[in-house]
Every structure is written in structure tokens, then in C-alpha cells.
């Protein structure tokens, strides 16, 4: 039996649902990938972000230019950010007020990423994903617990500060918001990424179990790596009490872990400072202070450039002995 070698040029007919169908589907492979929050690359998310932020710092009449354009898009209040609609509590106005702050300020240095500021964010953000969210009320107490954790992973001086961002997954929105501060009178993180003392960042971005993407942001104006010599001078200007100048000059050829692990034990003895007993033990020596004599001055700061206010402390002890300190507030 010959086999037919001829095929049929007939093609299977399409009913309308059929059709239907692939008109769906080639509308869908049109429509732009939404972003899906599990296969975010955080490393590249958060580089991203930074350098968008050092980006306004070192170009900041660039990025008026840049928020004029995007101030374009709003409409009724209204502007589209991460493919949903985002109402702009303040109106457009808000972007005619970050754009005149731009406009004001001169360029900055950029930010420098230290591994151990981004560990510090990584605390917190553990924190928050096993009880999500943080009472951001008690200022003082958040303050403490953002030092806590700085000094974890190194030794800082100077100003602190710390920003979050909940749920955009725009890199470039995430620091616009940071900016443009709608809602916030003061502002506060806009001044944060402007300050000009503050030098140093780190970074850290997850999912918290409500899915919603959490981005943290800690900014330092001095930083010191485990190991890495901290300056006198810088040891000077920061000294937390009087009786600590001898114990850092002990620690100058030691590394920064060993005043990490002292630090919290000195910013305690400040604390009490004013608040000396009678029958105080010196740095557990047990020497007595039988008096303490504060005499104070105000000096231009080598380090700043400022003037600052220098403490000249004379320590009497109960035998007599007498020790004299000066430290800088």
C-alpha cells in the first residue's frame, strides 16, 4: 500500500473563544513584568539606592532638574510610583518645595558604605520582621538602641541618624520620598541626607511577613573599623567623662574592638556624672574622690573648626592626690 505523500494545506479552524484566548495572551506579553517582591536583588536594590543618594549630594540643582520632570506626571494630586497611584498629601506643591531646597544647598561629598553600619540596619530589620513594626514615639529610647547597635560592629563619633522606607520597590522612589518628606513638616530625613556632617552610610533591605518591603538607613559622621587605630585627637573631642583621657591613651596603640568593648561602660560613668556620691570608687580602683572641680572655657575646636566649650576637671582624692583633666563638650 503507497502511503500518501501529499499534506493537507487545510489549517484547523479557530472558534471565537480560541481567538479570544490569543488575544489575551498577546496582550499580556506586551504588558510590562510586574515586580515581584520574593526576586528582588537586595544587593543591587540597595546599591541603587545609594547611589541615587549621593547623586542629589554631590549634584543637588541636577536633581531639581529631575524632580521638576517628574513633578510633570502629577495630576490631581496624584502620581504614578511602582505601577500604583500615589497621593501627594501636601499636593504638588511639595515638589516645588524640595525643588527650592535643591536649588539652595551647595553639592556635598559623597556618602562612604561601611560594612558594619549596614550590619547595624540588618539588626533592626530582624528585629522587625520577627514583630513587625516599631513604636517610633519614644524617640530617646530608639536613639539609644540605634547606638546599641552601632556600636556592635565598630566605633562612631559624632552624629547619628536613621531612616526607613516601607513598601517601595523603586530604588530612585524610595529616595525621592526620602526628599521630598510629604506629610512631615521638619522634614527630618530629607535634613539626614543633606546634613553635611554626616559622612558615612550603610544599608539593609528585606520582606517583612506583611510582604511589605522594608528599607533601613543608618548615617554617621566619624567611623572606625575592629582594628583600625582611632586618632587621639578624635579620642579628645569625644571623650565621654574627664577620668577616661588616661585610659584612652593606654588604648591608642590598641585596636577600635577594645574601646568598642569599654565604650558603653564609659557613656554609663558620664551619665552619673552629676550625680558623683560621697564615697565614689574611681573606675572600680577604689580610690575616694574626696572632690571634683569643673571650671569650663570656650576654645576654637581643632578638628571642626567650631567654637566649642572645654571642661578643665581638677579630681581631689582622699589621700590627696590630685589629677587634672580636660575634655571637650
Same mark, same amino acid.
Given at each position: 500500500?503507497?502511503?500518501?505523500?501529499?499534506?493537507?494545506?487545510?489549517?484547523?479552524?479557530?472558534?471565537?473563544?480560541?481567538?479570544?484566548?490569543e488575544?489575551k495572551? #498577546?496582550?499580556?506579553?506586551?504588558?510590562?513584568?510586574?515586580?515581584n517582591?520574593?526576586?528582588?536583588?537586595?544587593?543591587?536594590?540597595?546599591?541603587?539606592?545609594?547611589?541615587?543618594?549621593?547623586?542629589?549630594?554631590?549634584?543637588?540643582s541636577?536633581?531639581?532638574?529631575?524632580?521638576?520632570?517628574?513633578s510633570?506626571?502629577?495630576?490631581?494630586?496624584?502620581?504614578?510610583?511602582?505601577?500604583?497611584?500615589?497621593?501627594?498629601?501636601?499636593?504638588?506643591?511639595?515638589?516645588?518645595?524640595?525643588?527650592?531646597?535643591?536649588?539652595?544647598?551647595?553639592?556635598?561629598?559623597?556618602?562612604?558604605?561601611?560594612?558594619?553600619?549596614s550590619?547595624?540596619?540588618?539588626?533592626?530589620?530582624?528585629?522587625?520582621?520577627?514583630?513587625?513594626?516599631?513604636?517610633?514615639?519614644?524617640?530617646?529610647?530608639?536613639?539609644?538602641?540605634?547606638?546599641?547597635?552601632?556600636?556592635?560592629?565598630?566605633?562612631?563619633?559624632?552624629?547619628?541618624?536613621? &531612616?526607613?522606607?516601607?513598601?517601595?520597590?523603586?530604588?530612585?522612589?524610595?529616595?525621592?520620598?526620602?526628599?521630598?518628606?510629604?506629610?512631615?513638616?521638619?522634614?527630618?530625613?530629607?535634613?539626614?541626607?543633606?546634613?553635611?556632617?554626616? #559622612?558615612?552610610?550603610?544599608? /539593609?533591605?528585606?520582606?517583612?511577613?506583611?510582604?511589605?518591603?522594608?528599607?533601613?538607613?543608618?548615617?554617621?559622621?566619624?567611623?572606625?573599623?575592629?582594628?583600625?587605630e582611632?586618632?587621639e585627637?578624635?579620642?579628645?573631642?569625644?571623650?565621654?567623662?574627664?577620668?577616661?583621657?588616661?585610659?584612652?591613651?593606654?588604648?591608642?596603640?590598641?585596636?577600635?574592638?577594645?574601646?568598642?568593648?569599654?565604650?558603653?561602660?564609659?557613656?554609663?560613668?558620664?551619665?552619673?556624672?552629676?550625680?558623683?556620691?560621697?564615697?565614689?570608687?574611681?573606675?572600680?580602683?577604689?580610690?575616694?574622690?574626696?572632690?571634683?572641680?569643673?571650671?569650663t572655657?570656650?576654645?576654637?575646636?581643632?578638628?571642626?573648626? #567650631?567654637?566649642? &566649650? /572645654?571642661?578643665?576637671?581638677?579630681?581631689?582624692?582622699?589621700?590627696?592626690?590630685?589629677?587634672?583633666?580636660?575634655?571637650?563638650?
Amino acid at each position: 500500500m503507497r502511503k500518501n505523500q501529499f499534506k493537507s494545506n487545510q489549517q484547523p479552524i479557530k472558534n471565537n473563544n480560541t481567538k479570544k484566548t490569543e488575544e489575551k495572551e #498577546k496582550e499580556k506579553e506586551k504588558e510590562p513584568p510586574k515586580k515581584n517582591k520574593n526576586l528582588i536583588n537586595f544587593a543591587v536594590f540597595n546599591e541603587k539606592i545609594i547611589t541615587e543618594i549621593n547623586l542629589a549630594r554631590i549634584k543637588p540643582s541636577e536633581y531639581a532638574a529631575k524632580l521638576e520632570r517628574i513633578s510633570t506626571q502629577v495630576k490631581d494630586n496624584k502620581i504614578l510610583v511602582d505601577d500604583q497611584e500615589m497621593i501627594l498629601k501636601e499636593g504638588i506643591e511639595i515638589f516645588d518645595e524640595a525643588i527650592q531646597y535643591l536649588l539652595n544647598i551647595s553639592p556635598l561629598e559623597p556618602f562612604i558604605l561601611e560594612e558594619g553600619l549596614s550590619k547595624s540596619a540588618e539588626e533592626l530589620l530582624s528585629v522587625l520582621i520577627i514583630q513587625e513594626g516599631i513604636n517610633m514615639k519614644d524617640i530617646q529610647q530608639n536613639m539609644y538602641d540605634l547606638e546599641k547597635r552601632l556600636d556592635h560592629f565598630g566605633v562612631y563619633f559624632g552624629e547619628f541618624c536613621e &531612616v526607613l522606607d516601607y513598601g517601595c520597590l523603586d530604588p530612585e522612589w524610595v529616595v525621592i520620598n526620602f526628599i521630598l518628606g510629604d506629610g512631615d513638616e521638619s522634614r527630618k530625613d530629607r535634613k539626614n541626607i543633606f546634613n553635611p556632617l554626616l #559622612k558615612y552610610i550603610g544599608i /539593609t533591605s528585606g520582606i517583612l511577613p506583611s510582604t511589605k518591603k522594608c528599607t533601613i538607613i543608618n548615617f554617621v559622621q566619624y567611623y572606625f573599623k575592629p582594628g583600625q587605630e582611632i586618632p587621639e585627637l578624635m579620642l579628645e573631642r569625644y571623650t565621654y567623662h574627664p577620668n577616661m583621657k588616661e585610659k584612652f591613651k593606654q588604648m591608642k596603640e590598641k585596636s577600635a574592638q577594645v574601646f568598642m568593648d569599654k565604650r558603653d561602660q564609659y557613656k554609663e560613668h558620664f551619665e552619673n556624672y552629676d550625680n558623683i556620691p560621697d564615697q565614689y570608687n574611681d573606675d572600680n580602683s577604689g580610690k575616694k574622690v574626696k572632690k571634683i572641680k569643673k571650671i569650663t572655657k570656650k576654645i576654637k575646636d581643632k578638628l571642626t573648626g #567650631k567654637e566649642v &566649650v /572645654t571642661v578643665k576637671t581638677i579630681i581631689t582624692y582622699a589621700d590627696g592626690e590630685e589629677v587634672v583633666e580636660n575634655y571637650i563638650l
